[in-house]
T-cell receptor, first 108, second 117 residues
Framework: AQKVTQAQTEISVVEKEDVTLDCVYETRDTTYYLFWYKQPPSGELVFLIRRNSFDEQNEISGRYSWNFQKSTSSFNFTITASQVVDSAVYFCALSLVFGKGTRLSVIA | EAGVVQSPRYKIIEKKQPVAFWCNPISGHNTLYWYRQNLGQGPELLIRYENEEAVDDSQLPKDRFSAERLKGVDSTLKIQPAELGDSAVYLC???????????????FGPGTRLLVL
């Protein structure tokens, strides 16, 4: 069975701090796909990144970066210089299986 | 391009009443998903359609839930009768359906927030 664990339920940071959201997954598949989604207070999940199991290159997109490590089954998400607009619930997903999410609050 | 449309946005009903949710996916998207999201939890898949065919409905409580996707476009999710525990947000998502199964990026609608009293 597939499983995604986001151990951090809630995180609060002060604006401009860096923050890392952890994601650990379990699967027996050799080919799999990982995702991060953002759910702002409006409720609509917004796609952030998709990564397949054969691509372990880290990715950077503006202030966002992702660290994928197959050896530890982790796919962590870092926001650099956080902003108030980053406040949301962030979900890590393994194909169609979602973690419970991490609520990030960025305080001005 | 229009996103996934869902209606209604909010619904309050009394237990034992029926309720239905409607979803219109992104134009051209063959795959459609219904999820339930309980408070403080991640979305949980209820059913996935590829065109008109329900290819994964193992998590759909079939005693009271039903879904259909006529003509492979719009979809309706129904609960009859509703129970208190059905209070949740019901999310619809769609994807293009052109890639390996379960590899696709899903695009979500705003959800329907259901409250059963």
């Amino acid at each position: 069975a597939q499983k995604v664990t986001q151990a951090q339920t809630e995180i609060s940071v002060v604006e401009k701090e860096d923050v890392t959201l952890d994601c650990v997954y379990e699967t027996r598949d050799t080919t799999y796909y990982l995702f991060w989604y953002k759910q702002p207070p409006s409720g609509e999940l917004v796609f952030l990144i998709r990564r397949n199991s054969f691509d372990e290159q880290n990715e950077i997109s503006g202030r966002y970066s992702w660290n994928f490590q197959k050896s530890t089954s982790s796919f962590n998400f870092t926001i650099t210089a956080s902003q108030v607009v980053d406040s949301a619930v962030y979900f890590c997903a393994l194909s169609l299986v979602f973690g419970k999410g991490t609520r990030l609050s960025v305080i001005a | 391009e229009a996103g996934v449309v869902q209606s209604p946005r909010y619904k309050i009903i009394e237990k034992k009443q029926p309720v239905a949710f409607w979803c219109n996916p992104i134009s051209g998207h063959n795959t459609l998903y219904w999820y339930r999201q309980n408070l403080g939890q991640g979305p949980e898949l209820l059913i996935r359609y590829e065109n008109e065919e329900a290819v994964d409905d193992s998590q759909l409580p079939k005693d009271r839930f039903s879904a259909e996707r006529l003509k492979g476009v719009d979809s309706t999710l129904k609960i009859q009768p509703a129970e208190l525990g059905d209070s949740a947000v019901y999310l619809c998502a769609s994807s293009s359906g052109n890639r390996v199964r379960n590899s696709e990026t899903q695009y979500f609608g705003p959800g329907t927030r259901l409250l059963v009293l």
